[in-house]
């Protein structure tokens, strides 16, 4: 799967776009980690996943944000997610 932070995709052209696709790395404590990687990496992982589906070949326009939510309005600790977004794209076949 090729991935762009831009709305272009280096060495190939769009050939439609599929749609915007979004995935989440569900609420975890603020101060964990997973083991081996970052939380953008398992978000972008299902973002990746989610574009297969769909038949993509690329995802465009990747862009990560991250909700948090703060102790006393959930749970003893803060917790965060991570959500990335994105546009799936068919690529033109050379």
Same mark, same amino acid.
Request: proline share 3%; aromatic share 6%.
């Given at each position: 799967?090729?991935?762009?932070?831009? $709305?272009?995709?280096?060495? !190939?052209?769009?050939?439609?776009?599929?749609?915007?696709?979004? @995935? #989440?790395? !569900?609420?975890? *404590? $603020?101060? *964990?980690?997973?083991? !081996? &990687?970052?939380?953008?990496? #398992?978000?972008?992982?299902?973002?990746? @996943?989610?574009?297969?589906?769909?038949?993509?070949? @690329?995802?465009?326009? #990747?862009?990560?944000?991250?909700?948090?939510?703060?102790?006393?309005?959930?749970? $003893?600790?803060?917790?965060? &997610?991570?959500?990335?977004?994105?546009?799936? #794209?068919?690529?033109? &076949? !050379?």
């Amino acid at each position: 799967m090729r991935i762009s932070h831009t $709305s272009e995709i280096e060495g !190939g052209q769009v050939l439609y776009p599929i749609g915007r696709i979004e @995935a #989440v790395s !569900g609420w975890h *404590a $603020s101060d *964990a980690r997973p083991t !081996g &990687r970052d939380w953008k990496d #398992v978000a972008l992982e299902r973002l990746i @996943a989610t574009a297969k589906d769909y038949d993509a070949d @690329a995802i465009l326009n #990747v862009d990560y944000h991250v909700d948090g939510v703060e102790a006393f309005d959930l749970a $003893s600790m803060p917790l965060e &997610r991570v959500s990335v977004t994105g546009v799936a #794209v068919k690529l033109a &076949r !050379g």
